[in-house]
């Protein structure tokens, strides 16, 4: 000191580090230097199928649920920003004649599978989301993306009933629905063609008409009558002495007296 002087004493604000993480589900932003008293505002951005759940500190407590968290800088702060994954609510529900497996609340990117099962004598045909068909397969598998109502539809089975002639010529082929009763009605009833030694008269069918449950033939059954002929034994003048009907294979009888002349 050479000579009387003044001295000033000089201050500057204090400044704060604000350290920002997150759980590894979302980035953060507004980490940084600020000054004492001021405000700091950080932001919490969830990844596709998480949501943002909160803000901790350095001690692991919860400071904040909003995920832009505003507050007066007092001095070095460490905040964590975490996440969990959105969980979605999958409803299966089935139409008549059938049964399904699978609803459940599952999470974000879950692979999971919904199962159908018809009742015997119907068959499984699609899964719908509001009337629009997602899958044909009865046992659907994919990834969750958001809540869901599927619908599993059935249908009633048909099957081909022939009526076929006793030769395997087809008669009549029609389409039945499980648990109809199979009917032949056609004009003319079935007719097999006669021999020298029989006539064939329908009998009905090899199976008893019943209740449809499956692809089925029925064959034409007939009852055969021995052909009769007529037998005429003349005299040698043309006059008829005996007529007598006989059985095909069997030898004429003359029963009557002795032709004269």
């Known amino acids: 000191v050479t000579a009387d002087s003044t ?7 204090n400044s704060y580090t604000i350290s920002l993480s997150s759980d590894g589900n979302g980035s953060v932003e507004g980490a ?5 008293s001021s405000t700091a505002t950080v932001t ?9 759940v909160n803000w901790t ?9 909003s995920a832009t968290y505003s ?3 007092s001095g070095a702060r460490s905040l964590k920003a975490n996440f969990a994954l959105y969980s979605y609510n999958i409803g299966v529900t089935a139409g008549d004649h059938g049964s399904v497996t699978g609803k459940g609340i599952y999470y974000y990117g879950e692979s999971i599978t919904v199962k159908a099962k018809p009742e015997t004598g119907y068959h499984f045909v699609n899964w719908t989301i509001d009337g629009n068909v997602v899958s044909t397969n009865a046992n659907y598998t994919f990834t969750v993306s958001g809540p869901a109502d599927l619908k599993a539809n059935f249908a009633i089975n048909s099957y081909t009933v022939k009526f076929v002639n006793d030769d395997g010529t087809l008669l009549k082929e029609a389409q039945f629905v499980y648990g109809s009763t199979a009917f032949y009605h056609v004009n003319e009833t079935p007719k097999k063609k006669p021999t020298v030694q029989y006539t064939y008269t329908f009998a009905g069918w090899d199976k008893k008409l019943g209740a449809v449950t499956d692809d089925i033939t ?3 059954t007939y009852e055969a ?3 009769k002929y007529k037998i005429t034994f003349k005299n040698e003048d043309g006059t008829v002495l005996q007529i007598s009907e006989v059985e095909y294979g069997k030898l004429p009888v003359y029963e009557k007296d002795t032709p004269t002349k």
């Open 7 to 13: 001295v000033k004493p000089v201050f500057s604000i």
């Open 32 to 36: 940084g230097d600020y000054n004492y």
């Open 44 to 52: 919490a951005s969830p990844n596709t199928g998480y949501d943002f």
């Open 57 to 65: 500190d350095e001690n692991g407590n919860e400071v904040s649920t």
């Open 71 to 73: 507050f007066t800088v």
């Open 218 to 220: 029925y064959t034409a």
């Open 225 to 227: 009558t021995v052909n």
